[in-house]
């Protein structure tokens, strides 16, 4: 039963809430063990809540899960769970996640009941209006970096919003892409439960290449800006982070129409080895610019 639980609550989605972090790591303050400990109650509380909507999520999806070849093993949609139970868990999640995020402070409290709202309506009713979908994903995301914000008390910039929103935008339609794909390979003309068809695939590839070249963009343009220099001593060492977002950005995509990305690019990710490679380049040129 724990361990059916424990794919309920998806616990390896819990690595998406890393974003938390981003802030602290950003304003230079790693180092402060106060603010550490801020985002870490952070992440937990927020992980707890995203869970809870999880559950809720498959629970309001279980027939078009069914429908899948890979959702239909999920613990509700297979049945190994009631929805009952399920409900029961999101519950107690939910209470968990807002007691922690009470005891960090009021403002991140807030944002985690914002985020909760969201994704329950996202869930029952946005989640099958096409294009707000994917622009609500991306928005849960930038959510996540404003808690981890608010968490250490740290202003964040508009260049890191605009950021988040066209780069997590990018990945929302790599995996209604994946989706389609799938829907397609089985003779599906749309994705079961959402409200793309077969005919929007190559508009869907379109516009999610276009928002991460985009996210790009922005980086580049916040190299430019000459307030960088109070943050940065050798801000052009940040080049070098724009070209693996660079890199990676336009790899994703060739990935996903090759068919080996499979739904979720968040996920697929955690399990690429050349991400972490890029990733390490990355934080090594960040070190070089401070």
């Known amino acids: ?54 559950i809720i999520n498959d629970i309001v999806d279980v027939e078009s899960d069914r429908q899948d070849p890979v959702k239909s093993k999920r613990p509700f949609a297979s049945g190994r769970l009631s929805p009952f139970t399920g409900y029961l868990l999101a519950a107690g999640l ?50 996540r970096i404003i808690a981890g914000s608010l968490a250490i008390d740290t202003e964040i910039t508009n260049w890191l919003l605009a950021f988040s929103l066209f780069v997590f935008l990018s990945l929302a339609l790599v995996k209604r892409y994946s989706e389609l794909q799938s829907s397609i390979a089985v003779a599906r003309e749309r994705i079961p439960g959402r409200n ?24 580049l343009l916040y190299i430019n800006d000459p307030l960088i220099t109070d943050k940065y001593h050798t801000p052009n060492w940040l080049w070098g982070v724009a070209v693996m977002m660079l890199y990676w950005i336009i790899r994703i995509w060739f990935l996903a129409n090759r068919g080996v990305v499979q739904s979720d690019p968040i996920m697929f990710a955690v399990k690429d080895w050349p991400t972490y490679v890029m990733g390490f380049f990355s934080l090594g040129f960040i070190y070089l610019a401070v």
């Open 1 to 54: 039963m724990l361990k059916v639980i424990i794919k309920a609550i998806r616990v390896h989605q819990w690595t998406k809430n890393l974003l938390l972090f981003l802030p602290l790591i950003l304003s230079h303050r790693v180092g402060e063990l106060e603010s550490l400990l801020l985002c870490l109650g952070g992440f937990i509380a927020f992980s707890f809540a995203a869970s809870s909507i999880y």
């Open 94 to 143: 939910l209470v968990v996640s807002m007691i922690i995020s009470y005891t960090i402070n009021q403002k991140f409290l807030t944002v985690v009941i914002i985020y909760s709202i969201l994704s329950v309506s996202y869930s029952t009713i946005f989640k099958k209006i096409f294009i707000l979908d994917v622009i609500l994903l991306s928005a849960f995301y930038t959510l």
């Open 196 to 219: 793309y068809e077969a005919m929007d695939l190559p508009l869907v590839s379109m516009f999610g290449a276009g928002s991460g070249l985009m996210s790009v963009l922005v980086l």
